[in-house]
């Protein structure tokens, strides 16, 4: 009963229903991310707050222990406050003095450099500050490099909320407009497809070639299987193909993919180069970090020197990159000792795959042996018992227990780190069994 499992919250969670009424008080929702209320409040619940973080643990205000399962929004692939990324940021701030300069640096250059050499299609690289700004500056190329205005993206894909992306996001998708104050002209040039519908997508280019800038993917890790591999590889090559053909662009947003799947992320993970890649999460190194990259044809055309030499007019040039934060010292020294040790440890992505098959399929395991009809999603470090056939009540419920049981989880996803191990698997895998067990009467109601 989802009465029990909030009683049994609100008991070990005083101080962070103290502290959300305050942010109630003086922000919207009581966050500055909508993601993070974890629509908790709609059963009368509230988020924890959390004051402290090691490896995968959290420790919330009340004093509760969480194995965690979001990782700060994907980027802690290597655990929280890694040893070396902790060491070099504190002979920044100790041995060599400043958060932000503001002034450009070697090490832009050094992450940069990294970056290029890790995700062969990327010949050269911007950095901003989110990966909001990183999709945004990445449609503005491929509209500036092709001279056309039309966006192809999936419906459902997530790209930030600017005002070029903002469309087809939430269901449902027939509702055109997803926000006041948003310029309903911008939806004129974006069209949306089914991800994974070969046809649907071509015949959507076919429609749009005269004016077609560019497609914007994002290969979502928790809503495929691992025997989606060679469907999304063959999907990805033949969207690229017609691209090419009609002188458009492939743009892949890998703000979550990036340095998770792979040291090349999803290209190198489906065998696939884009004309245009966004990042962000990993490449931070845990700061705050975006970044577009591609072929340095397109990637040039940002190059306001030739604005300021007066070879170009001001109209010639694609504007990005402005920032007061963009290339940030703290962020260029996190992202550059986690791709270091991303790049010279392969084993971390088999470990990663090995353990998300591992969760994955205790999952299963467990949903088989109690007649549930739950699917299990996710490839490689990620995993997602699919609920949605569940009332959101019930989800909400789930996930209340989930954090009762000392398991971080949203929705309830979870991305693995590379500190996570087997006791933290068996605890996430014990976690969802006690649940099956004491939600059983209104999960076998479920049709």
């Known amino acids: 009963m989802l009465k029990e499992a909030l009683e049994e919250f609100k008991k070990k969670t005083p101080k962070s229903q103290e502290i959300y009424k305050r942010a109630l008080q003086v922000m919207p929702g009581g966050v500055s991310h909508n993601l993070r209320t974890w629509k908790l409040p709609s059963v009368g619940a509230y988020p924890i707050h959390i004051k402290a973080a090691e490896g995968c643990h959290i420790w919330d205000v009340d004093d509760n222990e969480y194995v965690d399962n979001w990782m700060g929004h994907m980027t802690a692939i290597l655990g929280h406050n890694p040893e070396p990324v902790v060491k070099a940021l504190r002979e920044q701030l100790i041995m060599v003095g400043g958060t932000h300069w503001g002034i450009v640096n070697e090490k832009q250059v050094e992450l940069a450099e990294l970056v290029s050499r890790m995700v062969p299609s990327v010949e050269m690289v911007r950095f901003c500050s989110s990966g909001n700004e990183a999709t945004m500056y990445a449609v503005r190329l491929a509209r500036g490099y092709t001279g056309k205005k039309v966006v192809i993206k999936a419906f459902g894909g997530?790209?930030?909320?600017?005002?070029?992306?903002?469309?087809?996001?939430?269901?449902?998708?027939?509702?055109?407009?997803?926000?006041?104050?948003?310029?309903?002209?911008?939806?004129?040039?974006?069209?949306?497809?089914?991800?994974?519908?070969?046809?649907?997508?071509?015949?959507?280019?076919?429609?749009?070639?005269?004016?077609?800038?560019?497609?914007?993917?994002?290969?979502?890790?928790?809503?495929n299987r691992e025997q989606d591999r060679k469907k999304i590889t063959e999907y990805l090559g033949s969207v690229k193909e017609a691209l090419k053909k009609h002188n458009a662009l492939l743009i892949l947003d890998e703000v979550i993919t990036g340095f998770r799947l792979a040291q090349g992320g999803a290209q190198e993970y489906f065998g696939v180069n884009a004309d245009l890649t966004t990042f962000g999460k990993i490449l931070g190194g845990g700061m705050p970090i975006g970044a577009v990259g591609g072929r340095e044809e397109i990637l040039r055309l940002a190059n306001v020197v030739d604005w300021q030499a007066g070879r170009k007019k001001k109209s010639d040039i694609v504007w990005i990159g402005g920032g007061t934060f963009s290339g940030n010292i703290m962020t260029m020294i996190a992202g550059i000792e986690t791709l270091k040790i991303l790049k010279k440890n392969k084993s971390i992505y088999d470990n990663l795959e090995k353990t998300g098959r591992e969760i994955r399929s205790s999952f299963r395991k467990i949903f088989n042996e109690a007649g549930l009809p739950f699917e299990v999603l996710g490839i490689q470090s990620a995993f997602k018992p699919n609920l949605h056939s569940l009332s959101l009540k019930s989800r909400m419920e789930w996930v209340i227990r989930l954090l009762n049981k000392g398991v971080f989880g949203h929705r309830p996803e979870g991305y693995l780190s590379s500190v996570h191990n087997s006791k933290d698997v068996k605890k996430n895998v014990m976690a969802v069994y006690s649940i099956v067990e004491e939600m059983k009467n209104e999960l076998k109601k479920i049709d």
């Not at 997530?158 to 997803?178: Q, S």
């Not at 004129?188 to 046809?199: K, L, W």
């Not at 997508?201 to 005269?210: A, G, V």
């Open 158 to 223: 997530w790209h930030g909320y600017n005002p070029l992306l903002n469309w087809y996001h939430l269901k449902p998708f027939e509702e055109i407009n997803e926000s006041k104050g948003q310029v309903l002209d911008n939806a004129e040039y974006v069209r949306g497809v089914h991800f994974g519908n070969i046809e649907n997508i071509l015949d959507t280019i076919r429609k749009n070639k005269e004016n077609l800038a560019c497609v914007i993917l994002e290969i979502s890790m928790t809503k």
